[in-house]
């Protein structure tokens, strides 16, 4: 059987908070404050790592809740579950049963032990946490990249965020005019989060009815080997893995893709030699 080739497909279904945008630095740079307070000498690794399960935690309870608030929320719980470490990382990370309740709603999820005022101004931190997606940055060869993927297919977005968070990060990536998203899909859209299939089980869907694209000429485009190239896997879907090094969340699963590329740029560039081939 021959090897896939980029240019068989007509349709791309990219993850954006990992892939497209520097999500982990900023993140890191947030949970510092509370690393801090906790005196956890963690590297950046351990404390994305941790955040992590986290956020895959709480997505997995409320998958109707918008992701601007699941981030504030994992933001408390992450300092909950820090304040209640015996020392050792792993078991109070590990995915603990029952519901979190909301940010504010209960002491537990704000600093231990604080009074009502420090609590107020725990619950702003854990709430501009949330906000702060539209600060998160764009990776460098991103831009450029999907400008020149535009040329050649249909370029479309499936991704575990809000609505209202996205526009923001849509006007910075389309802002130099270059090239328009064909299509974008949210968790808010779906009313479930990655990995579930159900997500691109939606995708493939609307993509048909829209392009009238099959399976077999979407491309799903991601950096998260857990949320994006596990169920593309379970529903046959071919994926492309953009490393993005030293990525660390989302990266510990055992999975296949038919193409691999340190960054989108790469991508970009192997598409266009294969474009020039006699």
Same mark, same amino acid.
């Given at each position: 059987?021959?090897?896939?080739?980029?240019?068989?497909?007509?349709?791309?279904?990219?993850?954006?908070?990992?892939?497209?945008?520097?999500?982990?630095?900023?993140?890191?740079?947030?949970?510092?404050?509370?690393?801090?307070?906790?005196?956890?000498?963690?590297?950046?690794?351990?404390?994305?790592?941790?955040?992590?399960?986290?956020?895959?935690?709480?997505?997995?309870?409320?998958?109707?809740?918008?992701?601007?608030?699941?981030?504030?929320?994992?933001?408390?719980?992450?300092?909950?579950?820090?304040?209640?470490? !015996?020392?050792?990382?792993?078991?109070?990370?590990?995915?603990?049963? !029952?519901?979190?309740?909301?940010? !504010?709603?209960?002491?537990?999820?704000?600093?231990?032990?604080?009074?009502?005022?420090?609590?107020?101004?725990?619950?702003?931190?854990?709430?501009?946490?949330?906000?702060?997606?539209?600060?998160?940055?764009?990776?460098?060869?991103?831009?450029?990249?999907?400008?020149?993927?535009?040329?050649?297919?249909?370029?479309?977005?499936?991704?575990?965020?809000?609505?209202?968070?996205?526009?923001?990060?849509?006007?910075?990536?389309?802002?130099?005019?270059?090239?328009?998203?064909?299509?974008?899909?949210?968790?808010?859209?779906?009313?479930?989060?990655?990995?579930?299939?159900?997500?691109?089980?939606?995708?493939?869907?609307?993509?048909?009815?829209?392009?009238?694209?099959?399976?077999?000429?979407?491309?799903?485009?991601?950096?998260?080997?857990?949320?994006?190239?596990?169920?593309?896997?379970?529903?046959?879907?071919?994926?492309?893995?953009?490393?993005?090094?030293?990525?660390?969340?989302?990266?510990?699963?055992?999975?296949?893709?038919?193409?691999?590329?340190?960054?989108?740029?790469?991508?970009?560039?192997?598409?266009?030699?294969?474009?020039?081939?006699?």
């Amino acid at each position: 059987m021959p090897e896939p080739q980029l240019t068989q497909f007509k349709v791309l279904v990219f993850d954006v908070y990992g892939t497209l945008v520097d999500w982990e630095t900023s993140i890191y740079e947030r949970l510092k404050p509370i690393l801090d307070r906790s005196k956890k000498p963690w590297s950046k690794k351990e404390a994305l790592a941790a955040f992590g399960v986290v956020e895959t935690d709480l997505q997995a309870q409320y998958p109707d809740m918008l992701y601007a608030d699941i981030l504030a929320k994992a933001h408390a719980e992450f300092e909950r579950r820090l304040n209640g470490d !015996g020392g050792s990382a792993a078991p109070v990370f590990a995915s603990e049963g !029952g519901s979190t309740s909301a940010v !504010g709603a209960d002491p537990s999820t704000s600093v231990s032990g604080a009074g009502d005022s420090e609590r107020s101004s725990a619950d702003a931190e854990h709430i501009a946490f949330g906000q702060s997606i539209k600060d998160w940055p764009i990776f460098p060869d991103t831009i450029p990249a999907l400008a020149k993927l535009s040329e050649t297919y249909k370029l479309t977005v499936l991704s575990n965020v809000d609505r209202s968070s996205f526009a923001h990060t849509r006007a910075a990536l389309e802002g130099t005019g270059n090239f328009k998203f064909d299509h974008v899909m949210t968790a808010q859209d779906i009313g479930s989060y990655k990995p579930s299939t159900a997500n691109f089980e939606y995708a493939l869907k609307d993509v048909k009815e829209k392009f009238g694209v099959d399976k077999g000429e979407v491309l799903v485009v991601a950096n998260s080997l857990f949320h994006d190239h596990v169920p593309a896997n379970a529903l046959g879907i071919t994926s492309c893995w953009i490393r993005r090094p030293p990525a660390v969340m989302g990266q510990d699963a055992s999975v296949h893709y038919a193409f691999d590329f340190e960054t989108l740029g790469a991508m970009a560039e192997a598409v266009a030699k294969e474009k020039v081939k006699p």
